[in-house]
């Protein structure tokens, strides 16, 4: 009784740190927007190397020693770094130039989905009923929130990219957060992301500082959207696993819909409201049923 109470609030503070990390990336989406104009590369590497050190640094601050990664571990952090961060940004910006955003995050927002299936297959398992009609829900209610779009090709390839990327970005992390922890994963990636980035921008962009928009711009991405947000993401991953902390990737556009619409940049309509009553249901059948069944992560 003692041990499924607390696993029970152990799970609760996970999905709270999740879903708190997936709310910040997408709030975070207006704010990517002020770095439009400012070298990609140069942005991104600083973004991932000042998120990196500051890891470093709170590690440091609570006395903890991270574990070095094992050349086992390598592929998987490269390949986070390569796909999961850079690669996620550059193609989701890069997609925006041939479809409509919406067209965009509704592609993107198939990940749950993708985790919800993939997962347990990966693991030998069967997928979780509930998990993936949660997962489907979450799709849907995107789909309406976002809205769709005009799109051509190009716009659907890269959407299509960063989607994998995306999900990437969790399942690469399945077998190394259990072994070094997500504190350890989330500050190895940001160092490595952040030496790829900023080594392509000293070779392809001019160099210049950024304006103190674009530095703001920059710290709050490096501090709340890297390190906190991958943090409190990769500690809901090691705890109730990449299938359902999938779903919560919903929350992400909802989060950057209601910021624009804070910002005065979009208007509420009823379908931005259903969609995202439906996400708010996906999200609570792919969770808490799984919780109640007993599920857990691979």
Do not use: K
């Not at 207006?30 to 470093?56: E, H, S």
């Amino acid at each position: 009784m003692i041990t499924t109470g607390v696993r029970y609030r152990a799970e609760r503070a996970a999905i709270a740190g999740a879903a708190v990390a997936a709310a910040a990336v997408g709030a975070a989406v207006p704010v990517n927007g002020l770095l439009r104009d400012y070298p990609m590369w140069t942005g991104q590497g600083f973004r991932y190397a000042l998120a990196g050190v500051l890891l470093l640094g709170w590690a440091r601050f609570r006395g903890r020693s991270l574990p070095l990664p094992r050349v086992r571990d390598l592929p998987a952090l490269a390949g986070l770094a390569v796909s999961g961060m850079l690669g996620f940004s550059l193609l989701q910006i890069h997609a925006q130039r041939y479809a409509d955003p919406g067209f965009v995050a509704a592609v993107v927002g198939a990940g749950p989905l993708l985790l919800g299936l993939v997962t347990p297959l990966l693991a030998r398992r069967c997928p979780s009923p509930p998990v993936v009609a949660g997962a489907a829900l979450v799709v849907s209610g995107i789909a309406v929130l976002s809205g769709g779009g005009a799109w051509r090709a190009a716009g659907l390839v890269l959407s299509v990219g960063s989607l994998l990327c995306e999900a990437s970005f969790t399942l690469l992390a399945v077998g190394v957060v259990a072994r070094l922890g997500g504190l350890a994963v989330s500050t190895w990636c940001c160092l490595i992301a952040g030496g790829i980035g900023l080594a392509a921008g000293a070779a392809t962009e001019p160099l210049r500082p950024p304006a103190a928009v674009e530095l703001t711009a920059l710290l709050v991405v490096a501090v709340v959207v890297t390190a906190v947000a991958f943090c409190l993401w990769y500690h809901g991953l090691a705890v109730l696993g990449a299938d359902r902390v999938g779903v919560l990737i919903g929350l992400m556009p909802v989060s950057g819909f209601a910021v624009a619409v804070v910002l005065g940049v979009q208007q509420p309509t009823p379908a931005a409201a259903a969609g995202t009553a439906v996400v708010a249901a996906g999200c609570v059948l792919g969770l808490r049923r799984g919780r109640e069944a007993g599920g857990h992560g691979p």
